[in-house]
Nanobody, 121 residues
Framework: VQAVESGGGLVQAGDSLRLSCAVS????????MGWYRQAPGKQRELVAA????????NYADSVKGRFTISRDNTKNTMYLQMNSLKPEDTAVYYCNAGGVIIATARYREVWGQGTLVTVSA
């Protein structure tokens, strides 16, 4: 099971970006998914998380009203729509997927490799 992010890049303040996270591998029942980010010299922080059905989400205060998390369970893919980007949003963004390995009934978390978002002033 692996998670792969895409969609990062260099943009100007006020621009938008859409990140995607595709989870592949069979036998993994995905539950909560989330986006985290880590800026240079700072700890990794939760940006947004979404429940298994996609009907409930929560956001860090710093991104509320600007970012929207969503998921398509038919594609095992999660998205992060980022609008009105600010220089302080610059970070490596990581995808996280938590779920159960069906064969063992054990909980497991999968992390992506990260995608860099750079917002210039």
């Amino acid at each position: 099971v692996q998670a792969v992010e895409s969609g990062g890049g260099l943009v100007q303040a006020g621009d938008s970006l859409r990140l995607s996270c595709a989870v592949s591998g069979s036998g993994f029942n995905i539950n909560v998914m989330g986006w985290y980010r880590q800026a240079p010299g700072k700890q990794r922080e939760l940006v947004a998380a979404i429940n298994s059905g996609g009907g409930s989400a929560n956001y860090a205060d710093s991104v509320k009203g600007r970012f929207t998390i969503s998921r398509d369970n038919t594609k095992n893919t999660m998205y992060l729509q980022m609008n009105s980007l600010k220089p302080e949003d610059t970070a490596v963004y990581y995808c996280n997927a938590g779920g159960v390995i069906i064969a063992t009934a054990r909980y497991r978390e999968v992390w992506g490799q990260g995608t860099l978002v750079t917002v210039s002033a």
